[in-house]
């Protein structure tokens, strides 16, 4: 039941962003440009842009699915 109750609310939640990006593409174009920018900076094929580094935006996002997704348990939490 946990994981039925959990896949509505993810539901709800992805509905919202995928809204929220449509609704302000000036922020959506920010993130993902901030998190390409960060992956070229993180490769070594360009520095930080004007000395301000967006590699920030890469380790966010691998620790968002390190933190679902790192470990047995972390599935088994993100699933229930």
Known sequence: MGFLKNMAGSGGRFAGDVAGAILHPGQTLEGVTGLLQGMAERSGVTPPANGV???????ALVNLYKHRYGSWDNLKSTLS
């Open 53 to 59: 580094p967006h590699a920030p935006y890469v380790d």
